[in-house]
């Protein structure tokens, strides 16, 4: 198999220049065919010499991945299949809204954290994508000229793929890859301590944790990472993090029917949040197969952010978008195709 291009950084691209003894230039031209142009083969390469682009040719592939199905919600949202790697798969969301058009990236095929709530989770994990692999979800996507927003909230935990996102995160955002605002982008972790320290020295893109319980035995049994990386040791690692004020930090948290939507969740959230620049972010759960979990009601929702907004905590309750096609949040899964090779109708 031939080496992809697509998702290699410049210093990449330069070291593959001097690799073939071409000007470092060459880089820079590569890059703008790869992802300013989205070029699919070498010919198309004009201002590379000829026998440049043969070489190349041999040597690597383009390795841009394209999607092999997609589903259409009754809200618009859209759910697309792609191939990665190992003819396995993974899902991508496009969810329009008026003005703006959020793109929920996958990160890895399946998700070793096991959340209690989460179909991806459910499925186990069969292996991390390559940032040519992300970043294929964006530019493939035939409605990737509206996106407005990318979140990495889609199959996998970002963060246990930390270089892959970073690679990808760099050529969504340079100059020579998608010029996008890092202001535009979050990633989400359920809290690798590690990671999310990297991630925040080497990126500048907004950062999302899970959160769904503040108190250890409940988010414990959620969310199997607590025994791994405690919530305190998660909020003490954010607090001694330098984090620009422009950077976001948010708090997802799944509403569960009087598991944690009660007044006392509320008030612990408050205490443990304090003196931290952030915002919370309310998610209906969508109940999947063979858990006992059920969804808060409207009601409690409400309640529950009137309490926190009026402890002077940004809430926001989110719309829930896709849930017919199985695009909305917690809901994607490609368990199904997982051993069957690449037997999809697009
Ligand atoms: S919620 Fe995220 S981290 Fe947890 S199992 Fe699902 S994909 Fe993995």
Redesign the pocket.
Known sequence: MKEPLFGKTLAQLRALAQELDAPAFVATQLARWLYKQGASDFDAMHNLPKRLRQILGERVEIGRREPERVSLSSDGTKKYLYPTAHARFIETAFIPEGERATLCLSTQVG?K???LF?M??KQGFQGNLSAGEIVSQYRSLPEHGQVTNIVYMG???PLDNLEAVLSSLEILTSEWGFSLSPRRITVST?GIIPAMRDFLKRSESHLAI?LHSPFDEERRRL?PVQNVYPLPEVLAALRESPIARRRRISFEYIMFDGLNDTPRHAKELVRILSGLRCRVNLIRFHPIPGTPLASSSEESMVRFEQQLKASGIMTTIRASRGEDIMAAC?LLSTKALVGTGREVDY
Request: proline share 0%.
């Open positions: 998700c954290m096991g959340c989460c991806t989770g199959m996998g935990e359920v899970s969310m917690g």
